[in-house]
């Protein structure tokens, strides 16, 4: 396979930018557009990749962290709590970097809580974007790395891992071929998805969806990928979103005999029943 993107870079890049506009672009999706002079040194390599992202304090400017080969916890954690960023980690939907002020698309999922309030500090923060508002970008490289002799791909993912796996069917070879598992809340998001990135013609696309309100995220996506055959042995997968599913898809390729160096997963959060 041909561009294979380059794990996480040694001398990872601190970049800011500042809104240029939200929207919601289906009803588990906000779209984000940042960009900026600040954004000039950010190395794209497409398919997973994602940063660290910093938000301002509540009332306070934009303080970030100094950054030192891959070193940056420690700085973080000596800026005062009440000036200390917001930090996520998000990957990075779209990025084009013509211009003087390149631009980045950030998919933001919306969820609410059982009192049906929006959850999360970047959630609330995507909705209520103010144009001009600055943030931090701290590059993490990619994931996703398939050796070279990969013959084919399974992607799987809940809605929090969508925005990993759009970028890895939006760049991977127009000849790959292979299976995605994509769990969604809704139809809607399901369109809005399909109509957003243009996937391999040998790339079959399995949506599923939650079978009631109070399933484990990843539950429905596990339970499709447990009825599929057994991969090939140069096959290479892809799994991340909340923990279970990560883990449960893990052991149940590894039960199919697929070696675990063909093998990337990732447990995004951990989701903790509500209990009444």
């Known amino acids: 396979m041909s561009r294979l993107p380059s794990q996480m870079p040694a001398e990872p890049v601190m970049s800011t930018a500042k809104i240029l506009a939200s929207e919601q672009v289906s009803p588990s999706f906000q779209r984000v557009t940042v960009g900026g002079a600040g ?32 070193a940056w916890f420690r700085s973080y954690l000596s800026i005062p709590k009440d000036r200390r960023p917001h930090c996520a980690n998000y990957t990075a939907a779209d990025f084009r970097p013509d211009g003087a ?10 969820h609410w809580d059982h009192d049906g309030k929006l959850g999360g500090r970047v959630a609330e923060w995507a909705v209520s974007a103010e144009v001009g508002s600055p943030l931090g970008l701290l590059d993490q490289g990619v994931m996703f790395n398939p050796p070279p002799q990969t013959g084919s791909f399974l992607l799987v993912a809940e809605q929090t891992g ?7 069917l939006r760049d991977l070879p127009a000849n790959a071929r292979g299976t995605a598992v994509i769990e969604l809340p809704t139809e809607q998001d399901v369109a809005w998805f399909t109509s957003s990135v243009t996937i391999p013609a040998e790339m079959s696309i399995h949506c599923v969806y939650p079978q009631s309100p109070g399933d484990t995220p990843g539950a429905a996506a596990l339970a499709k990928l447990q009825t599929l055959p057994a991969p090939e042995p140069d096959a290479y997968a892809f799994i991340v979103g909340e923990s279970h599913l990560a883990a449960g898809g893990r052991r149940t390729l590894r039960r199919l005999g697929l070696d675990k160096d063909r093998i990337c997963f990732k447990g995004f959060w951990r989701h903790h029943p509500h209990k009444p």
């Open 39 to 70: 954004l000039g040194g950010y190395q794209w390599r497409g398919f997973d990749q994602w940063f660290r992202l910093f938000l301002p304090a509540p009332g306070a400017d934009l303080t970030l962290p100094t950054v030192s080969g891959r």
């Open 101 to 110: 002020a390149p631009e980045m698309d950030i998919n933001v999922v919306l």
């Open 162 to 168: 969508l925005p990993a796996v759009r970028g890895i």
